[in-house]
């Protein structure tokens, strides 16, 4: 009887563990795969787990009927597979000693319970890790060049903004007011304090060089629908890296709500920089 509920156990472990690795790795697979597979590799560990080749023999039939014995899969979800074994087994194995005077169907649901938190705190962590890689990748360091200044910004290559000044159709890009604000000539860093966003069109704080690169940007925001802002033309912008770009001649409109830029950046690209 003791050999069948471990048996049971080890089952429910491992198919937790292969669905857990199946969900974060995107490989589609059949449930029923996946119960197979955990059934098979608990025997052998039952029956020869006490033995190194019993041991890597469960271990190969867990991962190799779950994901076609692939080799590719031994590479991707393998090391997944062995990762989540161990913590969920160095868990159990640590909490047991204070699970002895519980009876076995007791300890059977603690164990699950406790299984299943623990993949669904890995499986959230694993989607944020990947989540922040992926946006690492459209991060860029880069230079502006804007009035004469070369200014140094971090920038974020948004594939959502698809802003568009309206007379040209030139790409519009973003950049936080407040990290650009002292490289900003003193007669415009002025207009900009004066300007009013109740009163858009009313440009005549600022200076007829300035005024020659305004253009009225309308944008629909959560805050406020159809708002319209200054945006600015910029002489270039050259993004570093193993692939360099030069965006030449397109708009700037400067902002103070920073705090929204993704990864700690000063600026958001148009999608646009993507695919030049």
Not at 151 to 160: C, E, N, Q, R, Y
Not at 215 to 244: C, M, N
């Amino acid at each position: 009887m003791y050999g069948e509920w471990l048996v049971l156990i080890s089952t429910v472990y491992n198919f937790l563990t292969l669905l857990f690795t199946a969900k974060v790795t995107g490989y589609h697979v059949r449930l029923r795969k996946l119960l197979v597979s955990s059934f098979s590799s608990s025997l052998v560990a039952v029956l020869f787990g006490q033995t190194i080749v019993g041991s890597v023999v469960s271990l190969i039939l867990l991962i190799g009927l779950a994901f076609d014995f692939k080799f590719s899969s031994f590479r991707k979800q393998g090391p997944i597979v062995v990762i989540a074994t161990v913590a969920v087994g160095g868990l159990l194995t640590a909490i047991q000693p204070y699970l002895k005077s519980l009876s076995l169907k007791q300890f059977f649901i603690i164990c699950i319970v406790l299984a299943i938190c623990l993949l669904v705190v890995f499986a959230k962590q694993w989607h944020f890790v990947k989540k922040e890689q992926i946006s690492n990748q459209f991060v860029r360091e880069t230079n502006l060049t804007i009035f004469n200044t070369v200014i140094p910004l971090k920038a974020f290559i948004d594939s959502g903004n698809q802003c568009q000044e309206p007379m040209s159709g030139k790409p519009v890009h973003f950049i936080s007011y407040e990290a650009v604000r002292k490289h900003l000539p003193e007669n415009l860093e002025k207009s900009l304090s004066e300007w009013q966003q109740a009163e858009p069109y009313n440009v005549s704080m600022f200076d007829r060089e300035s005024q020659q690169v305004i253009r009225f940007i309308r944008l629909s925001t959560v805050q406020q629908r159809d708002a319209v802002v200054l945006g600015f033309r910029f002489e270039k912008w050259h993004l570093l890296g193993e692939l360099p770009l030069i965006i030449k001649e397109e708009y700037v409109v400067f902002t103070k709500m920073a705090r929204q830029f993704p990864q700690s950046t000063s600026a958001i690209l148009h999608f646009s920089a993507l695919s030049q």
